[in-house]
């Protein structure tokens, strides 16, 4: 298990935490903050809906706004286990009928990687920017974060050292890549210093719950807020950030925050489970808080 620990701001020296890895979901978390700095700066609002959209964005960051995923589609498995190129947004749209709604948005749940490709076409509308050039300009120099960037070709995962031949196409609204110890950076500075007004990073914190325990995993009482997730593990501790997991490896980068100490952790492995990795970041975040 690669990882990396950063302590009340201060890197630890785990081992190798220079490894370059897909950062699969935990780009959300990316997105969100991106999202959050128009907030921030009065370009769109939170609860305003979205132009043209019967959702708004916190109900897109927060999977609420009705939206399904294409992870549902058995088309979408069988071609990325045949290595297919991807499908266009349109024809993936098209194959899900992504367009309707699947309940009235803010009644409900549902786990949606359509609602974050939305945000992505979101940010790039009001930036008049590259979704690339955008999370760059906002989040990734600002938070003073190096050697992040797009997965955009199968070459691009594999000089990560992926032995898949994944097309990143398949994650439509878009896969970083970059060094673990910088994904363990970027969620310490995005919750410890003033990038962000404390009330959006409260908003940001407020999940919805998504029910009791979850097999194989941490998780006492889950929930899911603005592109983190967020809930409860034994020791009476809260776990923040985000799980990710694609062709052949597993990120989970957290933070817990308590009266002695900020502590983040991000860890890396191949062929893992998202529970062994979370249960990992879990076991170095307590060690650390002691």
């Keep these: 298990m690669l990882s990396s620990l950063i302590v009340n701001g201060r890197s630890q020296p785990p081992g190798r935490s220079e490894l370059t890895a897909p950062w699969w979901s935990f780009t959300k978390t990316v997105l969100a903050a991106t999202a959050l700095t128009l907030v921030r700066d009065g370009r769109v609002g939170l609860d305003a809906p979205i132009p043209d959209q019967p959702f708004t964005l916190r109900q897109l960051l927060r999977h609420e706004a009705g939206l399904a995923d294409y992870g549902e589609l058995a088309a979408y498995h069988a ?4 290595g297919e190129s991807a499908w266009s947004a349109s024809e993936m749209m098209q194959r899900l009928d992504g367009t309707r709604l699947r309940y009235s948005p803010g009644t409900a749940w549902r786990y949606s990687n359509v609602g974050y490709m939305l945000v992505g076409r979101l940010i790039e509308r009001l930036t008049d920017l590259p979704l690339d050039d955008a999370v760059s300009q906002r989040v990734l120099i600002p938070l003073g974060l190096s050697n992040v960037r797009f997965a955009r070709t199968r070459a691009d995962l594999q000089a990560t050292g992926s032995h898949s031949n ?5 994650v439509y609204h878009g896969l970083l890549v970059g060094p673990i110890s910088q994904a363990a950076l970027l969620l310490d500075r995005l919750f410890s210093t003033v990038f962000l007004a404390p009330d959006l990073l409260l908003q940001m914190q407020a999940a919805r719950a998504l029910g009791g325990p979850i097999p194989g995993r941490p998780w006492l009482r889950p929930g899911y807020g603005l592109g983190v ?9 809260t776990l923040c950030g985000h799980t990710g997991c694609g062709p052949g490896s ?5 933070r817990i925050c308590d009266a002695k100490a900020s502590v983040c952790c991000a860890a890396f492995e191949a062929d893992a489970s998202e529970g062994a990795v979370e249960a990992y970041v879990v076991e170095q975040l307590v060690q650390a808080l002691r």
């Design 79 to 82: 071609a990325v286990a045949n």
């Design 229 to 237: 997730m967020q809930g409860a593990v034994d020791g009476g501790l």
């Design 166 to 170: 994944y097309d990143p196409g398949w």
């Design 250 to 254: 597993v990120i989970a980068v957290y």
